[in-house]
């Protein structure tokens, strides 16, 4: 499995911003796809994880209302649809996957995806 992530950049607090993750390879043994951020100093962090059997969503608290996680079925794409972006949200932005079915206790695992995209930077200017 292959990930590709864009959609980063530099926007002001209060817009918003999509980061897209595409699939390819066997993206069909994929059973979860997750958003992790890493900013300066920080450990990474999971954003947002999608389930695609159950297709159930998954987010932090720090982004729930604000973010949402969708997934397009026919090309294999995850969205990260970010809303009302604060400064805070200012990260290298990773998308990841697991060929596992996930229960909801490990998706804030790093360790539990094997697959990794290369990151997009997202910065927020106050």
């Known amino acids: 499995v292959q990930l590709q992530a864009s959609g980063g950049g530099l926007v002001q ?15 069909v043994s994929i059973g979860v796809t997750g958003w992790f951020r890493q ?7 999971l954003v947002s994880a999608i389930r695609w059997s159950a297709n159930s969503r998954h987010y932090a608290d720090s982004v729930k209302g604000r973010f949402t996680i969708s ?3 026919v090309d294999n794409t ?8 604060k400064p805070e949200d ?4 990773y998308c990841a996957a697991t060929t596992s079915r996930l229960i909801v206790s490990t998706l804030f695992q790093s ?16």
């Open 111 to 126: 360790g539990a995806y094997e697959y990794w995209g290369q990151g997009t930077q997202v910065t927020v200017s106050s």
């Open 39 to 45: 900013a300066p100093g920080k450990e990474r962090e």
């Open 90 to 93: 200012t990260a290298v932005y």
């Open 71 to 73: 997934r397009d079925k």
């Open 78 to 85: 995850v969205y990260l649809q970010m809303n009302n972006l």
């Open 13 to 27: 607090a209060g817009d918003s911003l999509r980061l897209s993750c595409a699939a390819s390879g066997r993206a």
